[in-house]
C-alpha cells in the first residue's frame, strides 16, 4: 500500500471519512498515526480500542457489517495548536435509499503532525443529541425551558 502524505488535519478528515464510506480498511488505516498511543472509540460499544492492532480490529468489525451510508459534518469546530489539531462536531448519517438524516454522533477527532504529514491519533464518537425532558428544579417555575439541556 503506498502511503498518502498529509498536509493538513482537513486532507486527513476528508480522507478518514472517506475511507469510511468505501469501508476500505487500507486507506482507513492509512489516516492512522503509527503509534501504539492512538485511541479509537465507536459510538456503538464505547469499547477504548488503544494501539494499531486494536483501532485496526474495531475497523475490520466495523466494515464487516454492510454500511452504505454518506456522513456529512456540521457544528465542527476546529483548533490547532503547533502539531496538534482538534476538531469536534457531529457526524450526520444518511442510509442508502433514504435521504432523511438516519442518525447523528458526536464526533472528536485529533490529528498530529508528523514529519511524514498530519495523521489521526484519536477518534471519539458518542450516540448524538436527542431531545430530553425533565422535571424543572424546586423552586423553578413550571414553565422553566428543560427540553434542550445536555
Not at 448524538?128 to 422553566?144: C, H, L, N, Q, S
Request: proline share 4%; charged share 25%.
Amino acid at each position: 500500500m503506498s502511503e498518502t502524505v498529509f498536509h493538513t488535519p482537513d486532507e486527513a478528515e476528508a480522507a478518514y471519512y472517506a475511507a469510511f464510506e468505501a469501508a476500505d480498511l487500507d486507506a482507513m488505516m492509512n489516516v492512522w498515526a503509527e503509534d501504539e498511543a492512538i485511541v479509537c472509540v465507536h459510538p456503538v460499544g464505547g469499547h477504548h480500542l488503544r494501539g494499531q492492532g486494536h483501532v485496526l480490529e474495531g475497523w475490520v468489525h466495523v466494515f464487516s457489517r454492510e454500511l452504505d451510508m454518506k456522513i456529512t459534518l456540521s457544528d465542527v469546530v476546529k483548533t490547532v495548536t503547533g502539531d496538534v489539531a482538534v476538531h469536534s462536531g457531529l457526524e450526520n448519517i444518511v442510509r442508502a435509499g433514504d435521504p432523511s438524516v438516519s442518525g447523528v454522533v458526536v464526533f472528536t477527532n485529533v490529528y498530529r503532525r508528523y514529519d511524514e504529514g498530519w495523521k489521526m491519533v484519536l477518534h471519539h464518537a458518542s450516540p448524538g443529541p436527542r431531545e430530553i425532558t425533565v422535571k424543572a428544579p424546586d423552586g423553578f417555575a413550571d414553565d422553566y425551558d428543560t427540553s434542550r439541556l445536555h
